[in-house]
């Protein structure tokens, strides 16, 4: 696989409400570019979330051999760590701090990559396992769930499903973990994983 090039991320005010997002090679040469809005944040109050647990969990002997192994990049292995950082609570799905799942865009908006670069890292993740993409039904939106075997954010999983996604994986963690459900589903629930496609 040809290794895709790095590109920093720069923002400059562009006026009220606005900013000018680059990407600039390592020559400095603005390679994508976009203007987005700022929306101001209603009142001043800060948002409190109070969690039990705010840490996510990263599976040790997993980790460690993935990186023995050489089954990633660099640039492979950092991408998953920031995805891992940004799963929700109970749920195997990066989502934002109110457990909304995100889109791709979101996604490379929020790690600071262009949404290009992202998806090519995406699918060799997804191709070895350690990540799917999924499309729920009467959704043009992609979303991504994270190998709950490599890393974990919560106390219980909150839809089995989620687990069952990586059954047939390529990746063959050294310690399969089996996380406690919140509630035992037989069947999968409309919305649910599980009613998708991968």
């Not at 460690?64 to 950092?78: M, N, P, S, W």
């Not at 995406?122 to 991504?144: C, H, I, M």
Request: proline share 4%.
């Amino acid at each position: 696989m040809e290794q895709q090039p790095l590109y920093r991320r720069v923002e400059v005010p562009e006026g009220d409400n606005k900013v000018k997002v680059m990407f600039v090679d390592e020559y400095g040469v603005v390679q994508d570019e976009y203007v987005k809005s700022i929306a101001k944040p209603k009142g001043n109050m800060a948002k409190v979330v109070k969690v039990n647990d705010p840490f996510v969990r990263l599976y040790r002997n997993n980790v460690q051999q993935v990186i023995r192994d050489g089954a990633l990049t660099l640039y492979e292995f950092g991408v998953l760590v920031q995805l891992a950082c940004f799963t929700g609570w109970g749920t195997t799905f990066v989502t934002d701090e109110n457990g909304q799942r995100l889109s791709l865009s979101q996604l490379a908006d929020l790690l600071g990559l262009s949404k290009g670069y992202l998806s090519t890292i995406l699918k060799s993740l997804d191709e070895k396992g350690f990540v799917t993409v999924y499309r729920p039904e009467n959704s043009r939106a992609n979303f991504v769930m994270v190998n709950g075997s490599i890393s974990f954010f919560g106390k219980w999983l909150n839809d089995e499903s989620e687990e069952e996604a990586f059954n047939d994986a390529p990746y063959e963690p050294v310690v399969k973990i089996a996380h406690p459900s919140k509630k035992k589903r037989g069947v999968a629930k409309k919305g649910s994983v599980a009613n998708g496609s991968f």
